[in-house]
């Protein structure tokens, strides 16, 4: 009988799959971005599609097939956690959505301040917690400024009068870059 995954291409596809993974946990480690935050959620969805793919692809592979669930059963276990932490909660899920709609609204300002540096201000917050902005500052390749590299972050929170610094701009965050 004739599969669709042979035992080969699953263990080709879970490669690819592995790959990915791999390549989008290395950028996340070294700060290494994309042109918008939302393009960085696209790619860490990629990056769990692919651990997803990956698993099937392995447990396809397996032989007893019992033995390839049970290996898929450990290695989605962190999928399975993370959600698990979510459920607990009562508006675990409102969180969330939360988080990602402010964190991928589009920058309050954008400024370019070399053709090597860029600047960004997000702001974020509601009238039910903290309020502020965050200020990044950006190298990338004049090139390609699609991908970029955060080199430094500055957070104002503007509802705490003790929280230091006070203010924040892309000229004083970049200061020190540039010399």
């Not at 309020?131 to 509802?159: C, K, M, N, W």
């Amino acid at each position: 009988m004739r599969t669709l995954l042979g035992r080969w291409n699953a263990w080709q596809v879970c490669g690819v799959a592995c790959v990915v993974v791999a390549v989008v946990f290395i950028a996340t480690v070294l700060r290494i971005r994309t042109f918008s935050h939302a393009a960085d959620y696209v790619c860490v969805g990629a990056a769990v599609a692919a651990y997803t793919v990956a698993i099937i692809a392995a447990a396809w592979g397996i032989r007893p097939r019992l033995a390839g669930l049970a290996a898929a059963a450990v290695v989605v276990t962190p999928l399975v956690a993370l959600v698990a932490c979510f459920v607990p909660l009562r508006f675990g899920w409102f969180v969330v959505q939360f988080i990602l709609l402010d964190s991928t609204s589009p920058p309050e300002r954008t400024e370019e301040l070399s053709p090597t540096l860029s600047c960004r201000v997000y702001g974020w917050g509601w009238a039910g917690s903290d309020e502020g902005y965050t200020v990044y500052v950006y190298r990338h390749p004049p090139f390609f400024p699609l991908v970029q590299r955060e080199v430094a972050q500055v957070i104002v929170d503007e509802s705490d009068p003790n929280a230091k610094p006070r203010s924040a701009s892309c000229a004083s965050v970049a200061a020190p870059l540039r010399s």
